[in-house]
């Protein structure tokens, strides 16, 4: 027996029969993928594993971040930032945005859905999508849909390395994730563990708050200057981008962090052998733009320390047999897709969880499959991912639609004509 829904089939047996696509993820990919089917009239349904849109932003992000892009490369197509936006906007104010995006595009994700699986049934030519309830197995529902839109992001999950001795370790061990500011760490010796942006600006924060971090930096880094003579690197890198080759880019943008920042490696900090445009690309590893660490690192405030050999109940040694008395480690090991655990397909995504396709052309798979916000380029490539995948859909929906009209008038008329 089927109940009808908004834009949806129940059936008293747990599934439902999406009417349009489902999305995975109520993160800004999610939210944009969404706000682009409202415009053109296309129902949807969006499966949000949290209790909230956004909530790599709202629950595991710090207090004091801010974007560290300039803010024309973080807004979400179709609606830009409140005019008084700064040019770094606080977390606060990008979530503020996102859900007046959510309400402006009437879009209501179904929270605490977590996707379990989703397989593409070749008998029906539909996906059908199991999700489960806050972690409760024995409420399960099962999605069966046309098109599936895979936004469940780059850093899904926390990735959280294995060290020798952390068991015995007596302190606090935490993932950045879970760090909201240093207010807890006054006069304590944190051990940092990573050195991208995450563990740079949590440094950082540290030092506000009077602990003593030291950072590990356990192979290589790219530190360049969130600006160069006022005007954002990263623009800068984007404008060259059009004229030159990614190697000159990045020679040019080495040439300035150098000028700007000074020699960095005396510090411990290490350069890649490959340039940050080329690195970001091939390995998506993403630059730091520095915030004014590097400046505390210069001044001894915040230590650099190399690779952990393992950890004792009160320190930690190092590959160099140097031992530090640590009270703390926070984590800042980086993040991952969680795409391989729930979605049973191997042509289209890699084993880990990223289109095998780079940008811009990892957007669309086969049999209605869709990926948004997997482009390594940030909110921007979320944003170009989003706006086509929309229009792609978009564009089948009507041509079903109407095709369904048509048949559904021929019915009409020849019934009509049978009456006569
Ligand atoms: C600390 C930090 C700062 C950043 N700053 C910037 C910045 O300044 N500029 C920039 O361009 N980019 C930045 N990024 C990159 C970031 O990835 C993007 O800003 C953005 O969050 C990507 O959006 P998304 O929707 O693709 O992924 P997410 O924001 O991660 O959203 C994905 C959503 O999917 C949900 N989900 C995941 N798995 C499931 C599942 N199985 N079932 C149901 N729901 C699921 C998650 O709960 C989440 O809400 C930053 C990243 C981090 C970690
Ligand atoms: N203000 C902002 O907008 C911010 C943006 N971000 C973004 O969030 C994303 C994630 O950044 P982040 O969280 O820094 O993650 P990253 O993946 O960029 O960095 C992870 C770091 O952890 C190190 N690491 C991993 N395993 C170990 C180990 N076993 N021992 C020692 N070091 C280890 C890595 O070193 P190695 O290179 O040797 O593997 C690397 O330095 C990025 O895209 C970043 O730009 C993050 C913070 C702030
Ligand atoms: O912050 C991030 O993770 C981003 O993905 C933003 C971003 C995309 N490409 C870059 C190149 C240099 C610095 C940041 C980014």
Redesign the pocket.
Known sequence: MAQSLDHEEFFSDGCVLVNGPLI?????????VGAGLKQQGVPFVI????NC?????QN???DR?????PKK??ELPYMPFPENFPE?PT?HQFIDYLESYAKHFEISPRFN????SAKYDETCGLWRVK?VTNGDSSSTIEYICRWLVV??????EKVVPEFEGLQEFGGNVMH??DYKSGEAYRRKNVLVVGCG??GMEVSLDLFHHNAFPSMVVRSSVHVLPREILGKSTFELAVSMMKWLPVWVVDKILLVAARLILGYIEKYGLKRPRIGPLQLKDTEGKTPVLDIGTLQKIRSGEIKIVPGIKKFSHASVELINGQILEIDSVILATG?CS?VP??LKENEFFSRDGIPKSAFPNGWKGKAGLYA???TR??????SLDAIKVAQDIGKMWKKETKQKNQSVSVLCHRKIQATF
């Open positions: 995975v993820g109520a993160g800004p990919s999610g939210l944009a499966l949000e594993r949290a849109i956004a909530s790599l932003w595991r992000t710090y971040l801010k974007l560290h892009l490369f973080c770094y977390k859905e977590c996707v379990q999700t936004a469940a992001g780059e850093n899904a950045v994730c942006n995450s993040y969680n655990s729930w948004v916000g997997f380029r940030g909110l921007s490539g979320a």
